[in-house]
């Protein structure tokens, strides 16, 4: 069962960041939900996730030892995603320094930081990272689109060599027109 955690299971949520080093002072639990997962009363994971408007962040995913490999981790993200909807967000955000392949496997995709809304770099735990490397953010920032977006008849693929003159059609026009880039032809 997942549900909203309650001021007890708060308390195991901010001890067991604490025990896994993924607490840090400047980082107020209050500005985030937390969401458990509970075998037989006891929780044995948990997701919380910071709202900003139309994007979340995703605050923590931990899943015990000994519940791993039952896909409580899966079912927390999926609830997680679910509850940022209901609230609005469009998109989650998340850092990792351990589990990128995780999150690629579940639909996200690597996003440079200099990419992500300002007010997501402005989240506490996202200004932790920056503040500790630049380029270790880099590496670490995912992103998932949780509503459809409008396509509007576009279709977006990978390139094949018949896609070579359109792309330098484009980009021609940019090297003679705009100051994005430092070509002249």
């Known amino acids: 069962m997942i549900q909203i955690a309650d001021s007890a299971q708060q308390r195991y949520i901010v001890n067991r960041l604490r025990d896994v080093d993924m607490l840090w002072q400047e980082i107020d639990l209050a500005c985030s939900q937390f969401f458990v997962a509970l ?24 899943v015990e030892p000994a519940h791993r490999t039952q896909g409580i981790a899966s079912r927390l993200m999926a609830y997680a995603e679910t ?27 690597e996003t440079p930081v200099a990419l992500l809304a300002q007010r997501v770099r402005n989240a506490p735990q996202m200004r932790y990272y920056l503040e500790r490397s630049a380029v270790l953010a880099e590496e670490i920032s995912y992103a998932k689109w949780i509503v459809p977006r409008p396509t509007d008849g576009i279709v ?5 060599l018949d896609d070579v003159a359109p792309i330098t059609a484009i980009y021609s026009e940019s090297v003679a027109h705009g100051t994005a880039s430092w070509e002249y032809d």
Not at 40 to 60: I, P, Y
């Open 39 to 62: 075998a037989e009363g006891n929780v044995c994971g948990f997701v919380g996730l910071e709202f900003d408007g139309a994007f979340a962040l995703l605050r923590s995913l931990y």
């Open 83 to 109: 509850a940022a909807r209901a609230c609005g967000a469009k998109a989650i955000f998340c850092l990792s320094t351990e589990a990128g392949g995780y999150f690629l496997k579940h639909g996200y995709a």
């Open 156 to 160: 977006i693929r990978s390139a094949t």
